[in-house]
C-alpha cells in the first residue's frame, strides 16, 4: 500500500525541492562564470544529493495527479453561463459571472516551467521528469569538469617547451624543458639573421620565393651557426628543465636559435639603452622619427576560465585575445605581474612540488600559449614577428592566497617551479644582491626581486611575498598599518629598491618603473590589509623617495605597475597640498592591470577617499581579460618623454591615458592644485 505525504510534508518537500534546485543552479553560474572559489563545489554536491532525495520522494510519494483528469465527455458537460450573465445569489442579489477560462494559464505552460525552471517533478509526462534531473547532473558535471578534469587527464608530463625570457642588449635566456630521454644530447646553436641586419640598413632587396636565387638567398639570409651549450641531462630534480644563456651577442639585431629536440625560435636583441625600439617596417631614414620603446603588462592566468564546455580543458581564452593584437603592438616584452598559476582555485590538489609543477606545465602546454610566445613559428616569417619574452615576478596564488609567510612551508615546494620555469630566465637582481654581476641565473644568492634597464625605461621588480612581515603582525596595536616596523620588502630590498629610486639614469632614459604584483593604491577597499594599504609606514618612505626623483630637475618620472585585483584602475599619488619640497610635476601615476585571463569581481571594490591625497583616474571593473600596452616616446629635443598606457580589455582596447615626465630643471617647489581637479 503506498504511503501518502500529508499536504505539510508535500510542501515541504517541494519547498526544499525547490530551493535545493535553484540553488544549485544558481551556485554553479557563479563558480563556472564568475569566481570559481573552492568552498563552492561541495556546497553544489550536498545540494545536488538534497535535490535528488526530495525529488525521488516527491515522485513516489504524489498522490495527485499534477493536471486533474476526467472522463467526461463533451457533449455531457454542463452548459456554462453566458460571460456577463446575471445569476441570483442565496440573498436574492444579483451578480455578474464570467467565463472561468477567460485567465486560465494553459496548464501545460506551468508544469513545463515548475519541472525545467524550478526543477519538480511532473506527471505531465516523464520526459519532463528526466529533463529536470539531467539538467541539475549536468551542471553538476560541468562544475566537476572544471574541478577535476586538467589535473587527472591533462598534467601534461610530456610536455616539450622552449620560451624566451630576458633579452638586453647582448644575451637572451631560454628555457628549456625536455622530459624525452631519447632526445638527449641536446645540442643548442643560434645564428644571427643578416637579412634584418641588410634590411635596418637599407641594403636588403626584395626576392620573390619562387625565382632561381630563392634557395641561394635564403641560404645567405643567416649567418654561420655558433654552438652555445650542450646539454647532457635533465632530470626530475628540475622537472627536466634548464636554462641556457646566450651571450655576446650585437645590440639591437635579430638572431634564430635551434636546439636538436625540435625547438626554435627567432629574437631581437634590445637596441642601445636610451635609444629608439627599431621596428619593422619603420623608415628608418626619417630623421624627425620620434624615440618609441614598447612592452605589455598584466596578470592572473587560470586556463579554462570562464568555462565552456566544448574548450580544451588547457584553454587559455586571454591568450586568444591578446594574440589577436601582438602583431600591431610589437612589444619588447611581456611584464607579467604574478599570479601565472592559481594553485589552489577551484581546489588545490596537495602542498608538493608535483602539486605546483603541475601548474606550470599546463599554462604551456595549453593550445594557444604558443601564440603568444613563439611568434615567429605560429605567425610565420611574411608577418615578420620575433618571439615575446616574458618577465615575472611572483604573487600569492604561485605560493598560496595572501602568502605572508616567508619562506616556511609550502613556499619550498612552491618556489621550485617557479625558480626552473620563470625566475632563472628572468634579468639578474641588483647588483648589490648580486655582487658578482653574474648574468646567468642568479641561483647563488636566489634573489627574488630583479633590476633592469632597457630602452627609454628602467625597471624595479619587486618581491612582494617572500620578505614581509604577517599582514596582521601588529593587529593589536593602535593603527597598526602605520606601524614603521612592519615591512613589505625587507631590509635588503627596500635599500636596494631606494637606490635604484636615486641613482641617475643614462641620457636618453626617462623613466623608472616600479613594478609591484599587488596594487600600490589603497582605494581598493575589499581585502586591502594584503595590500600596500596594510604597509603604509614603508609605503610612504617609497612615495617620498618617488616625489624626490620628479623634483631633482634632470626630468625623469615615475610609473608603478602593478596587478593582483581582477579589475583595472589608474591612480595618481600628488605630493602633499601645501607643501613646499615637492612639486606638482614630481605627482607618481600607478595603472593596475589583471586578469589576463580570469574572472573579474561582479562588486565594485575601487573607491576614491576623500583626504587620502589618492586620486582616481579611471576605473575599469569589468572584464576576463585585460591587459596594458606601454608606449615610452622620447619627445623632440630629447628633455622630456612621454609615457602613454592603452587599455585592452577581453581584446579591445578601451582606454588610453598619456603622461608626461616633469621638464629638466623644475626642482622643489610648492604643489599645485591642478591635480586635486
Not at 339 to 351: H, K, L, M
Not at 395 to 417: F, K, M, R, V
Not at 546 to 562: A, E, K, P, Q
Request: proline letters at 7%; a neutral charge; glycine letters at 6%.
Amino acid at each position: 500500500m503506498p504511503f501518502f505525504l500529508t499536504s505539510t510534508a508535500k510542501s515541504v518537500l517541494i519547498g526544499v525541492t525547490i530551493f535545493s534546485s535553484v540553488s544549485l543552479r544558481l551556485l554553479s553560474y557563479v563558480f563556472l562564470r564568475w569566481i570559481p572559489g573552492h568552498p563552492i563545489p561541495p556546497l553544489i554536491l550536498a545540494l545536488l544529493v538534497v535535490y535528488l532525495s526530495s525529488f525521488i520522494s516527491l515522485q513516489k510519494h504524489s498522490t495527485t495527479p499534477d493536471i486533474p483528469r476526467t472522463t467526461e465527455k463533451a457533449h455531457d458537460k454542463p452548459k456554462r453561463e453566458s460571460r456577463g450573465r446575471a445569476r441570483c445569489s442565496s440573498s436574492g442579489s444579483s451578480i455578474k459571472t464570467e467565463d472561468a477560462d477567460t485567465h486560465q494559464t494553459p496548464p501545460f505552460i506551468v508544469y513545463i516551467f515548475k519541472s525545467l525552471i524550478l526543477g519538480l517533478p511532473s506527471k505531465l509526462s516523464p520526459i519532463y521528469d528526466y529533463s529536470a534531473l539531467a539538467i541539475n547532473f549536468l551542471i553538476s558535471l560541468m562544475v566537476l569538469d572544471l574541478v577535476y578534469r586538467s589535473p587527472i587527464f591533462y598534467p601534461s608530463h610530456d610536455l616539450s617547451l622552449a620560451r624566451l625570457g630576458f633579452v638586453d642588449e647582448t644575451s637572451a635566456r631560454v628555457v628549456i624543458r625536455e622530459p624525452r630521454s631519447a632526445e638527449l644530447p641536446i645540442y643548442f646553436s643560434f645564428r644571427e639573421d643578416s637579412h634584418w641586419r641588410n634590411e635596418r640598413e637599407g641594403r636588403a632587396k626584395p626576392m620573390v620565393a619562387d625565382s632561381p636565387k630563392s634557395m641561394s638567398a635564403q641560404r645567405e639570409r643567416y649567418g654561420p651557426w655558433h654552438s652555445v651549450d650542450k646539454i647532457y641531462y635533465l632530470g626530475n630534480e628540475t622537472d627536466y628543465t634548464t636554462t641556457v644563456v646566450i651571450e655576446g651577442l650585437k645590440t639591437g639585431h635579430r638572431y634564430e636559435y635551434s636546439a636538436t629536440n625540435g625547438r626554435k625560435g627567432r629574437f631581437k636583441t634590445a637596441p642601445k639603452l636610451g635609444n629608439k625600439h627599431i621596428q619593422i617596417g619603420n623608415n628608418n631614414n626619417n630623421n624627425n622619427a620620434i624615440d618609441t620603446f614598447s612592452f605589455l603588462t598584466s596578470s592572473c592566468l587560470k586556463p579554462r576560465f570562464p568555462y565552456n564546455l566544448i574548450h580544451h580543458p588547457l584553454h587559455m581564452p586571454g591568450f586568444t585575445h591578446l594574440a589577436k593584437n601582438l602583431p600591431f603592438l610589437n612589444p619588447s616584452f611581456m611584464l607579467f605581474l604574478g599570479d601565472f598559476i592559481y594553485v589552489d582555485v577551484p581546489r588545490r590538489f596537495g602542498f608538493d612540488v608535483e602539486t605546483y609543477r603541475r601548474e606550470y606545465r599546463q599554462v604551456y602546454a595549453g593550445p594557444e600559449w604558443k601564440s603568444v610566445s613563439s611568434l615567429s613559428s605560429s605567425l610565420g616569417d611574411d608577418m615578420d614577428m620575433d618571439d615575446l619574452p616574458w618577465i615575472h615576478v611572483i604573487d600569492d596564488h604561485e605560493i598560496a592566497n595572501d602568502w605572508d609567510q616567508n619562506t616556511t612551508t609550502p613556499y619550498p615546494a612552491a618556489i621550485d617551479p617557479w625558480w626552473n620555469y620563470q625566475g632563472l630566465a628572468n634579468p639578474p637582481p641588483p647588483s648589490s644582491s648580486n655582487p658578482k654581476g653574474k648574468v646567468s641565473t642568479g641561483q647563488e644568492e636566489r634573489t627574488s626581486y630583479f633590476q633592469f634597464s632597457q630602452g627609454l625605461a628602467s625597471f624595479f621588480l619587486m618581491d612582494t611575498r617572500r620578505y614581509r612581515s604577517p599582514e596582521f603582525e601588529f593587529a593589536n596595536s593602535p593603527n597598526s598599518t602605520w606601524a614603521s616596523e612592519k615591512t613589505m620588502l625587507g631590509t635588503q630590498q627596500k635599500q636596494d629598491l631606494l637606490a635604484f629610486l636615486k641613482k641617475p639614469e643614462p641620457a636618453g632614459v626617462k623613466w623608472k618603473i616600479v613594478v609591484s604584483s599587488i596594487p600600490f593604491t589603497r582605494n581598493w577597499r575589499v581585502n586591502s590589509q594584503d595590500t600596500w594599504a596594510g604597509y603604509l609606514s614603508e609605503r610612504q618612505v617609497l612615495l617620498e623617495a618617488m616625489w624626490d626623483v620628479g623634483s631633482r630637475g634632470d626630468g625623469t618620472g615615475v610609473i608603478v605597475l602593478s596587478g593582483d585585483r581582477h579589475e583595472f584602475a589608474a591612480t595618481a599619488f600628488p605630493p602633499p597640498r601645501n607643501n613646499t619640497r615637492w612639486p606638482a610635476t614630481a605627482t607618481v601615476h600607478e595603472f593596475s592591470t589583471s586578469p589576463l585571463s580570469m574572472f573579474y569581481l561582479p562588486i565594485r571594490t575601487y573607491r576614491e577617499v576623500e583626504g587620502e591625497d589618492e586620486v582616481c583616474i579611471k576605473y575599469v571593473p569589468d572584464g576576463n581579460s585585460k591587459f596594458g600596452a606601454v608606449e615610452i616616446q622620447n619627445l623632440k629635443g630629447g628633455d622630456q618623454s612621454t609615457f602613454k598606457f592603452r587599455l585592452f580589455v577581453d581584446g579591445k582596447e578601451t582606454w588610453s591615458y598619456v603622461v608626461t615626465t616633469p621638464e629638466a630643471g623644475t626642482v622643489g617647489g610648492r604643489a599645485q592644485e591642478a591635480i586635486w581637479g
